[in-house]
């Protein structure tokens, strides 16, 4: 079977990931300046579903990359190991909401692997691994920054209810960046994936 290269698909998920935790985040945040806490879980709920399929199709995609690559260069490892990590992350995410779970310790994955995100990013721009280091550093950035802050997200989605719903305002300011970081990251695949495409489709590997 000949090697194609999913590249633009996969980073097209990953923007289609962080639109959809934008918007099921959104919508909790809506329901509690509405109603309070009480009906937050039942609308994240909802979107565990397409979120674990997102998740399961990045670990199948990145396994399929890390081990069937067949171009020059270390790109595998690039793409591949952010992308399972990613996967693990979402996948635990959505599985933890649909069986009502705390996501805290899912936010712990999310938050180390952030950090790897950025560190494979760092290293990729400082030795020029793609033709546009800036955006592609920027993105493993928008990222790596979205995991981590995650973590303390998660707390506070497992925490609220004790607190009476009474947001501090250091937790909306999480709450913020952790927004602020999915929009990026969603933006910046998303542009990664558009100039991919025509590439690809002209010259496919």
Do not use: C
């Not at 097209?12 to 009480?38: D, H, I, P, Q």
């Amino acid at each position: 079977m000949p090697f194609v290269d999913d590249l633009a698909v996969e980073l097209f998920v990953l923007s289609l990931v962080g639109v959809v935790s934008l918007y099921m985040t959104g919508m909790a945040y809506v329901e509690y300046r509405k109603n309070g806490v009480k009906n937050v879980e039942k609308v994240l709920r909802p979107g565990a579903f397409p979120l674990g399929m997102l998740g399961l199709f990045i670990l199948v995609m990145g396994y399929y990359g890390e081990m069937v690559w067949p171009l020059p260069g270390s790109y595998n490892i690039l793409f591949g190991d952010p992308f399972i990590l990613m996967g693990i992350v979402i996948t635990s995410l959505a599985v933890s909401l649909a069986l009502k779970q705390k996501l805290q310790f899912v936010g712990i994955v999310a938050a180390f692997s952030g950090l790897i995100s950025v560190y494979y990013g760092y290293h990729a721009y400082i030795q020029g691994m793609t033709s546009e280091p800036l955006a592609m550093f920027g993105m493993y950035l928008a990222f790596g920054l979205t995991g981590i802050f995650t973590f303390p997200a998660t707390l506070i989605y497992d925490k609220f209810p004790e607190k009476g719903g009474k947001p501090s305002n250091l937790w909306t300011i999480i709450l913020i960046i952790f927004w602020i970081g999915l929009i990026v990251s969603a933006v910046l695949a998303a542009y990664t994936a558009l100039n991919a495409v025509p590439q690809h489709l002209l010259k496919p590997p």
